[in-house]
Structure formats: structure tokens, C-alpha cells
């Protein structure tokens, strides 16, 4: 795991992961962990905003794969979906990526998303394709 974490390190996690405040915790293939603040991820409710969950979500799918493709392959996402099931109004969301399948060219993911308290509040499965090598 150092190794994957040292990888993240290097390359960071993007300009929309460092706005959102976007930690990643854990980092191999099979499994992802990260967290993101509730503040500053809000919509004017006050909530956080649902898109903020997709975004976490993308981002360790797309981590996950580009870890389990290798460093010199490409990856895009193909799919997500996210069916919100509570609302988080402050502290922080975890988010834990679990591969479904890691192919030579799709990698699927359930990611579950809890608040502070352990509560579900988001579940999605986001799919990636793993392209040619860069040039």
C-alpha cells in the first residue's frame, strides 16, 4: 500500500480532489479509502452537495484503476451512478472503494460514502476503461 500512496504523492490528486479537500487514507487495487470535509462541498441548503459525493467517488474509482492498469496506461470512466440515502451537514465523509472487477479493459467499483457517525449517506459503482499505454 505505501507504494500506491507514494504513486498519489507524486502525481497528486488533481486540481477538483485538492479544491474539494479530497484525502485519500488507503490505496491498492482492490480497495480505496479517502474522506472529504462537508465544509466548502455544500449546495445553498447547507448540504453537502450531491455532486461533491460523485466526485469523491469518481476519483477513487479512477484511482483504483489507473493503479491496477499501471502508471503507463490511460484510463477514462464509462459510467457512475449514485443514489444518495442521507444527508451530511458537517464533519467529514469517508468513502471506501471495493473493486467488482478489475479486467484487462474494465474496472468496476462500489464505493460506499459515511458520515462522521458511520451512516451510509451515498452509495455508488462507478465503471473505467483502461486504454493503450501513453505515449
Same mark, same amino acid.
Given at each position: 500500500?505505501?507504494?500506491?500512496?507514494?504513486?498519489?504523492?507524486k #502525481?497528486?490528486? =488533481?486540481?477538483?480532489? &485538492?479544491?474539494? =479537500?479530497?484525502?485519500?487514507?488507503?490505496?491498492? %487495487?482492490? #480497495?480505496?479509502?479517502? #474522506?472529504? %470535509?462537508? &465544509?466548502?462541498?455544500?449546495? %445553498?441548503?447547507?448540504? +453537502? $452537495?450531491?455532486?461533491?459525493?460523485?466526485?469523491? *467517488?469518481?476519483?477513487?474509482?479512477?484511482?483504483?484503476?489507473?493503479?491496477?492498469?499501471? !502508471?503507463?496506461?490511460?484510463?477514462?470512466?464509462?459510467?457512475?451512478?449514485? /443514489? $444518495? $440515502?442521507?444527508? *451530511? /451537514?458537517?464533519?467529514? !465523509?469517508? *468513502?471506501?472503494?471495493?473493486?467488482?472487477?478489475? =479486467?484487462? /479493459?474494465?474496472?468496476?467499483?462500489?464505493?460506499?460514502? !459515511?458520515?462522521?457517525?458511520?451512516e451510509? /449517506?451515498?452509495?455508488?459503482?462507478?465503471?473505467?476503461?483502461? +486504454? *493503450?499505454?501513453?505515449?
Amino acid at each position: 500500500m505505501d507504494d500506491f500512496l507514494e504513486i498519489l504523492n507524486k #502525481r497528486g490528486s =488533481g486540481a477538483l480532489g &485538492e479544491k474539494m =479537500g479530497i484525502e485519500i487514507l488507503e490505496a491498492s %487495487p482492490e #480497495r480505496l479509502v479517502a #474522506r472529504m %470535509p462537508v &465544509e466548502g462541498n455544500t449546495q %445553498p441548503m447547507g448540504l +453537502l $452537495h450531491g455532486g461533491a459525493n460523485v466526485v469523491l *467517488a469518481e476519483s477513487l474509482g479512477s484511482i483504483g484503476t489507473q493503479l491496477h492498469a499501471g !502508471v503507463d496506461r490511460r484510463i477514462v470512466g464509462l459510467d457512475i451512478n449514485a /443514489t $444518495h $440515502h442521507k444527508s *451530511a /451537514t458537517s464533519g467529514f !465523509v469517508t *468513502a471506501t472503494a471495493t473493486a467488482i472487477s478489475l =479486467g484487462k /479493459t474494465i474496472c468496476c467499483y462500489e464505493v460506499v460514502i !459515511v458520515n462522521d457517525a458511520g451512516e451510509k /449517506t451515498c452509495t455508488s459503482r462507478i465503471t473505467c476503461l483502461i +486504454l *493503450a499505454q501513453r505515449n
